[in-house]
């Protein structure tokens, strides 16, 4: 089996791929578009992708994507991110002028690197950005990655636990080609939704779900195809089985003006 992910080897990407699936190929890719890409062409069976944080919330890229391409979540597993601040060997800490990073990583390190005086500088990845910092080559440039990545000689941990929140903790989805089918134990449904354009007609939305049986624990809206308008994002936890989701959302809610079940999987905390 061949598991896709955006990043380097050495990534908490990577390292939840290696979580679970410990037996597969491995595949990364630089960008969250050309993962969702190798998904749809067949190039890997399935898709592993950070989808929400702890700290800075949604990773809005495979939000985003994930209505605009045929793809069924079938799976969830949570990371705990523990960056470490790391240099070049024997650079000193007050030597520090850059931190290179995925962008979610330096934003989970913003107030630190604030209150340090560090330009933070994006990456496409955490892993990565530790092989661009010994290719520079220069002293005062550090990468925010996991502490697995400094395990060259040409590398020290500088800071051990270099984020702004004890709890950081990264939620990744698992990715099948559309069409998966419900496993008996699968309790967390995500979905997508539109409501009609009139006063109380989220709230209304709300109330019928709740009267259903769901259990909604994530709710956000993002924007839709047409300017001004917006779709709501939502995580339930229900019954488990087939019949756990179908009571929820079938028939449709009169209150939904449009829905698309994103995937059930079974949910990763108790």
Known sequence: MRIGYQGEEGS?????VRELFPEADRVGFGGFAHAFHALRDGHVDRLVLPIENST???VLPVLDRLTRNRASIVGEHLVEVRHALIGLAGTALEDIRTVRSHPQALA??????EQAGWEPLATHDTAGAVRMIVELGDPSAAALAPPDSSSGPEVDVLAYDFMDRSHNTTRFVVLAPDGWEVA???NKTSFVFATAHSPGA???SLTELGLRGANLTRLESRPADEAWKYRFYADMLHRPGPGGVKAILDPRPATVAELRI????RSATP
């Open 12 to 16: 908490y990407s990577d390292q939840a």
């Open 56 to 58: 800075t919330g949604s």
């Open 108 to 113: 989970q390190a913003d107030d630190r690197i």
């Open 184 to 186: 008996e134990d699968a």
């Open 202 to 204: 989220l709230a209304l």
């Open 262 to 265: 994103l995937g059930t999987y």
